[in-house]
């Protein structure tokens, strides 16, 4: 397995990924674009935090690809395009926001082949009383039959902040599953009630709640929880 690091000091635009590869990226206040190469047959992982960010980074996926990405973002307005460009091939892309700021965070998937697979996640901490804006856009093509595109858009105000979910879906080929949903609010009251009841306190609560809708739909070993966990953490601290 092959071991690929990202930080501020890359150099390079343009990454070509020819074999199963694990991705870590620490971004901070950085603005940047990425093209992200995905080659045929491969096995890609990607582990990505990212503060204070707008960059552009776009994945261009090819045949019997499978690929999980897990992103926590801090303040971030980043731009992501993923495109689907040959069969077989799936993505689980998992992002979510810590937001104080006023921030939009966009995402475009194009399904540009048959016999293609992508589920989206989006959830978002909003803290403050700001402004945050998810804007995904999945389009699949009028040639590309038999794709599966699920898209799934959360955010929660902790305060009175403003927050809008932009989820649009544009399908030109009837041979497809598609489906998207979006919910902005609180945390349950009942739940936080029933969880009172079994002797946690109003702030133990809150944490449980925050981490479990953060990193809750993430697939991550033992230590990326641990350290997206010590990131949720100093939530209103």
């Given at each position: 397995?092959?071991?690929?690091?990202?930080?501020?000091?890359?150099?390079?635009?343009?990454?070509?990924?020819?074999?199963?590869?694990?991705?870590?990226?620490?971004?901070?206040?950085?603005?940047?674009?990425?093209?992200?190469?995905?080659?045929?047959?491969?096995c890609?992982?990607?582990?990505?935090?990212?503060?204070?960010?707008?960059?552009?980074v776009?994945?261009?996926?090819?045949?019997?690809?499978?690929?999980?990405?897990?992103?926590?973002?801090?303040?971030?307005?980043?731009?992501?395009?993923?495109?689907?460009?040959?069969?077989?091939?799936?993505?689980?892309?998992?992002?979510?926001?810590?937001?104080?700021?006023?921030?939009?965070?966009?995402?475009k998937?194009?399904?540009?082949?048959?016999?293609?697979?992508?589920?989206?996640?989006?959830?978002?901490?909003?803290?403050?009383?700001?402004?945050?804006?998810?804007?995904?856009?999945?389009?699949?093509?009028?040639?590309?039959?038999?794709?599966?595109?699920?898209?799934?858009?959360?955010?929660?105000?902790?305060?009175?902040?403003?927050?809008?979910?932009?989820?649009?879906?544009?399908?030109?080929?009837?041979?497809?599953?598609?489906?998207?949903?979006?919910?902005i609010?609180?945390?349950?009251?009942?739940?936080?009630?029933?969880?009172?009841?079994?002797?946690?306190?109003?702030?133990?609560?809150?944490?449980?709640?925050?981490?479990?809708?953060?990193?809750?739909?993430?697939?991550?070993?033992?230590?990326?929880?641990?350290?997206?966990?010590?990131?949720i953490?100093?939530?209103?601290?």
């Amino acid at each position: 397995m092959n071991k690929l690091v990202l930080d501020n000091n890359i150099e390079t635009t343009d990454i070509f990924i020819d074999q199963d590869t694990d991705m870590t990226v620490d971004f901070n206040e950085l603005e940047k674009e990425v093209n992200i190469h995905i080659g045929k047959g491969v096995c890609f992982k990607g582990f990505i935090k990212t503060n204070k960010t707008s960059n552009r980074v776009n994945y261009f996926i090819d045949e019997d690809c499978d690929v999980v990405i897990n992103k926590l973002s801090i303040d971030c307005s980043d731009t992501v395009t993923i495109e689907m460009n040959d069969i077989n091939s799936k993505i689980k892309y998992s992002t979510s926001v810590i937001n104080y700021l006023d921030n939009n965070y966009t995402q475009k998937i194009l399904h540009n082949s048959s016999d293609t697979k992508s589920v989206i996640v989006n959830h978002c901490i909003n803290v403050e009383d700001n402004e945050f804006k998810f804007i995904v856009d999945g389009i699949i093509k009028k040639d590309s039959s038999s794709v599966n595109f699920k898209q799934d858009n959360k955010i929660i105000n902790l305060k009175d902040g403003k927050s809008n979910i932009l989820p649009n879906l544009i399908v030109d080929n009837s041979e497809i599953e598609a489906s998207h949903s979006a919910y902005i609010g609180t945390f349950d009251e009942e739940d936080k009630f029933y969880m009172m009841s079994r002797g946690l306190t109003i702030e133990e609560c809150d944490d449980l709640l925050i981490k479990a809708f953060l990193i809750g739909n993430m697939k991550l070993d033992d230590k990326e929880r641990d350290i997206y966990c010590g990131i949720i953490e100093n939530i209103n601290k």
